[in-house]
């Protein structure tokens, strides 16, 4: 299994549905789910209304599920998502990605400052030029998810577009052929996806079961009785009966017309099959509407067929919300590195909330306050150490100018006096991380026999340390990595060399090395690093046991 497991949370204005997975014998295993609905209590899934239910319902989940040790993947609606496939031709004054750059400024709506942006490379043409397909999503929406989450405490490491969770899904399972048209109907939008040649169509309306109980609202019905009667409760009347099946074959009709322009310019013959979530209870029929509308076969996949699932999780539950938890599972299987589509579309790193300690911890650890003051004197020292060690590195390496290794130590350079300094104020620190940090840089900085230049020269890229880090005291993991410019076996090798280089520095007792991963950034676990497109760079990275200098064996 892996280490790192994923939760994917598909998150809506009328429901939670998050699905845990974890990597085990090379495929996705859905280790646990949970779908918190809350429809009935949203008369208007586009009324302000719907901040205080989400928010109740992301409270809940943070208060069941402990994702501290987790990689979390959110989905937000994709309405303003923006996606464009173009011919680039080869320049000889500028490299592939700022070529790349140049055309996405063109490209997308309004320029790139207010967005975030990627692009995926299809092909290169028998012309030299370079199939690529733009993505770009503006930043307010992932800001206002990241927002809504943290505030629930709930740590966000990236956030997806529900239309490319869809795809992604749906492409794990085989069903993202050429041609085939992905619908997913759920109870405030309705998306459809379907690639044709090098290009996806992506669309994504406000149009869902929630209409349902628009127009009973509009037949005099008091908004709780038409939400509840909307999100499946029991008629009360025979009227009520017949007044719902009526507005259902109304919005049943809608959708399809709604999923008739979506794809409007696409000849029907290009159609040759349709995916059909229905993601919420309260979702009218429309299979055979759809069949009909294409002149195509519709599937409604009721599990799943690639990706594992706990036995000691199925339940009947597990079906009724499959296509919210396909989502869900798109959503996750990104950070997994097991997407089709893979655009970063939500900034790196994004910092985790801090836990909030109950009071009565604070008070107690007031008593402590004086037994600690030596000791945290001395973490401080140390911690200057590194981080002056970390900034004699950063100023070596300032002069190998606008390449690969600057793009890769980027996020690096945000992290020592933050994530890594927090680290080293923990209780483990009786046994030296900090000294071991700064062995680590300045061993990279200073190997034996000189530093090698630009992207020979291995880049440290993870470092945790004991407790705080889920290990045992004393214990560590440290990431290496080399630019992919030679095979797996002689990238490891380098990096093995490396690291034997490292032991018995101070603070260090032994470095084992444990696996090994390719992806296209440096990563501090298999499946976190992106695009892996040969025409972007790629690195080996090697992950490593740490036994701190002084800790028991």
């Not at 789910?33 to 009935?40: C, K, L």
């Not at 199925?314 to 893979?342: D, N």
């Not at 032991?503 to 032994?510: E, F, V, Y």
Request: with cysteine.
């Amino acid at each position: 299994m892996s280490e790192t497991p994923v939760w994917g949370i598909d998150l809506t204005e009328s429901s939670l549905r998050a699905a845990k997975l974890v990597m085990q014998n090379g495929r996705p295993f859905l280790e646990a789910w949970e779908v918190i609905d809350f429809a009935a209590d949203v008369p208007d899934p586009h009324g302000t209304i719907r901040f205080e239910t989400v928010h109740r319902a992301l409270h809940r989940f943070a208060a069941t599920h402990d994702l501290d040790a987790c990689t979390v993947a959110v989905t937000a609606r994709s309405e303003t998502l923006f996606v464009q496939t173009a011919f680039v031709p080869q320049s000889p004054n500028l490299e592939l990605p700022a070529l790349l750059r140049a055309e996405a400024a063109e490209q997308i709506p309004g320029g790139i400052a207010d967005v975030f942006w990627d692009y995926r490379v299809e092909r290169v043409a028998s012309t030299g030029d370079v199939v690529a397909e733009f993505f770009a999503w503006p930043k307010s929406v992932v800001d206002r998810c990241v927002k809504s989450a943290r505030a629930a405490m709930i740590p966000v490491d990236r956030v997806e577009p529900s239309a490319l969770a869809l795809l992604n899904v749906a492409a794990a399972e085989g069903l993202a052929a050429e041609g085939v048209l992905l619908v997913d109907v759920d109870y405030s939008s309705t998306t459809a996806v379907v690639r044709l040649g090098d290009r996806h169509v992506v669309r994504s309306l406000p149009i869902g079961g929630c209409d349902v109980a628009a127009l009973l609202r509009g037949a005099g019905m008091k908004p709780r009785a038409a939400a509840d009667l909307a999100a499946g409760g029991a008629p009360p009347t025979k009227d009520a009966a017949e007044l719902l099946e009526r507005v259902r074959e109304t919005v049943g009709g809608a959708i399809v017309d709604e999923i008739r322009r979506m794809v409007h310019g696409t000849p029907p013959e290009s159609i040759v099959r349709v995916v059909l979530h229905r993601s919420h209870p309260t979702v009218p029929d429309v299979a055979a509407s759809l069949a009909a509308e294409f002149g195509t076969p519709v599937d409604e996949p009721i599990g799943f067929r690639s990706i594992d699932v706990n036995p000691d999780v199925v339940s009947a539950g597990i079906q009724e919300w499959h296509g919210g938890l396909a989502r869900a599972v798109g959503a996750a299987l990104p950070s997994l590195g097991r997407a089709a589509v893979a655009p970063r579309l939500s900034p790196d790193g994004i910092p985790r909330p801090e836990s909030r300690v109950p009071l009565g911890f604070v008070l107690a650890g007031l008593f402590l306050v004086v037994g600690v003051l030596a000791v945290w004197r001395e973490r401080e020292a140390a911690a200057d150490a590194s981080r002056a060690a970390v900034t004699a590195m950063r100023a070596e390496l300032d002069g190998i100018g606008d390449g690969t290794l600057d793009r890769a130590l980027a996020r690096l350079a945000a992290r020592p006096e933050d994530a890594l300094v927090r680290r080293w104020k923990t209780p483990d620190d009786a046994f030296g991380p900090a000294e071991a940090f700064a062995s680590i840089v300045d061993g990279l900085a200073n190997p034996p026999g000189g530093r090698p230049s630009g992207d020979l020269a291995p880049l440290l890229f993870g470092f945790d340390v004991g407790v705080a880090a889920g290990l045992r005291p004393g214990r560590g993991r440290v990431v290496l990595a080399l630019v992919a410019t030679d095979s797996d076996a002689a990238l490891d090798a380098a990096l093995d060399r490396t690291a034997r280089s490292l032991n018995g520095k101070p603070g260090i007792a032994t470095l084992t090395p444990v696996e090994s991963w390719t992806s296209g950034a440096v990563s501090d676990r298999p499946g976190a690093g992106g695009d892996s497109s040969d025409l972007r760079d790629r690195f080996r990275c090697r992950r490593f046991d740490l036994v701190l200098e002084g800790s028991a064996e």
